[in-house]
């Protein structure tokens, strides 16, 4: 029968059930909590009429003629109220039956009581001691009968309170087995798919190594997976069903980037401030009117940092081959007017074109030598086993003319012997790397008396290289941010990558380290070079 039923008239029909007994239960209460008042009260005034009785043949053995009106008055009102009441056939025989008749006695002993209140009748005095003893054991009757027929009535009530639970009992486990029970299991298996389809659509999000969020009609974030905290910093709390997005592209109008045929480039924020390149796309959630948008965000730092070493890479190969062709193109004419020279030398006297031609000799030598250490610095060599010295000389070759031209002193304090394994060519372009970031920094703020002081000194476990100079220090905060790439403050362009490939290239070819800080009035950079 109940096949038939659906789950909602099952329900409906299982609460109507419960209303019922709920409503019964109440008003079964509601009658049992008045009939235990009425009883109560029933069982006082017959108790009190045992007191009464004893304190009228009290106040009439002393004469307290007032107290003893008051008594009679009182004992009268509640006699009256006891059999105005319906009375069971127990407490008819004690009031009327023949064997005890209580009523008659009351009466009597009532009539007795106001008789000798009115007119001090010996006679009457003398039945109200008399007869108060053998009253108080009929009254004593009646209270017992009220108490039986009280404790009847509520024994009553409780069953019928205990049927209603019995079927209350009894339909809450009818909907246990007939609503209950088979609800659950379709609940509980459409709630395992749900999860299931959930878990399995959260690990492809949560797997994705791009930012999934997803955005609803009004641009609220409603989702997000665990990339997306990588790349921006916030947390959820932060971020979530808030119009949040606009904040991760600040220079962009949201509604207009939002394409979903196009992938775009563009330049996000993250919690901290920093902006980064990310290469983003949209899709729409089909026929899901609440999640709108979905907005795949990729991080490309990386991608656009490979691509500025590399091409940092390809300038140094092409400036490389360049010097090349200029040595090759060069040596020759250098060495033919190095032949004149020595020829004028030879066929003349004359004291003045001599010493010209010595000067024009060493101007010759130096050209040829400035193309060799330009050609030694941008060729690729192998690692070998060297002394730090050998590329801090290298690269003050190299900017020897620019240190002159800026008229920047260079000090050396050099104390090491110690060598280390590696390429010599690329410490020499750290070390140029540091010293023209400091010339350019001199250059700017026009210092005078400018000077660059390079140190180098061993201890027990590595080569200490420090260059320090005197431009008024790093302004970046935290400093450890001059090692990130693109965070370059130089006026003129710069690629911002030259410190931050100096670190790669300490840490992965001579598994040092480098830091800087600031001292007395200028920068300090001191690279660690294990043995």
Known sequence: MFENFSFTKRYILALTIIACLSLLAFFNLSKLLSIQSNDAELVNISGNQKIITREIAFFAIYYKIDKLKLKIKEMKTNHKKLISLALSNELRDVYYGDKINLNKKVEKYLFHAERFYINRDGRSQNYVLGQSEELLKHLQKAVSVYLKEAQLNTKKLQQVETYILFFTLITLLFEALLIFRPANKKINKRTNDLIKEKEFSNAVIESSRNAIITLDGNLNIRTFNKEEENIFNYTKDEILNRPFFGRLIPNSDVLSIIDINEVQELE????????????????????????????????????????????????????????????????????????????????????????????????????????????????????????????????????????????????????????????????????????????????????????????????????????????????????????????????????????????????????????????????????????
Request: hydrophobic share 40%; proline share 2%.
């Open 268 to 531: 996000c924020v993250n919690k901290d401030g920093k902006s980064f390149p990310i290469r983003i796309s949209f899709g729409s959630s089909g026929e899901n009117k609440d999640i709108a948008i979905v907005a795949n965000i990729q991080d490309i730092s990386k991608e656009k940092l490979n691509d500025k070493i590399l091409e940092q890479q390809s300038k140094f190969a092409a400036l490389g081959e360049m010097i090349a062709i200029i040595a090759h193109q060069w040596r020759q004419p250098l060495a033919q007017l190095s032949f004149n020279c020595m020829y004028i030398r030879k066929k003349t006297k004359d004291k003045d074109i001599l010493e010209e031609c010595i000067a024009n000799e060493e101007i010759i030598q130096f050209m040829s030598k400035t193309i060799t250490n330009f050609q030694d610095f941008y060729k690729k060599t192998d690692n070998t086993i060297f002394n730090p010295i050998i590329s801090i000389e290298q690269a003050l070759k190299i900017v020897d003319s620019v240190l002159r031209l800026n008229q920047v002193k260079i000090k050396k304090e050099i104390d090491s012997k110690t060598e280390i394994y590696g390429n010599s060519n690329s410490l020499a372009h750290i070390v140029l790397s540091i010293i023209q970031n400091s010339i350019d920094i001199i250059k700017l703020g026009e210092i005078k008396d400018s000077s660059i002081l390079i140190t180098l000194q061993d201890t027990k476990d590595n080569i200490v290289l420090r260059i320090s100079d005197n431009a008024g220090g790093i302004k970046l905060d935290p400093i450890d941010d001059i090692f990130k790439p693109f965070n370059t403050k130089k006026e003129k362009s710069s690629t911002g990558i030259g410190l931050y490939m100096s670190k790669i290239i300490i840490k992965n070819q001579f598994k040092g380290t480098i830091k800087a800080k600031n001292v007395n009035d200028g920068a300090e950079f001191t690279i660690l070079l294990p043995h």
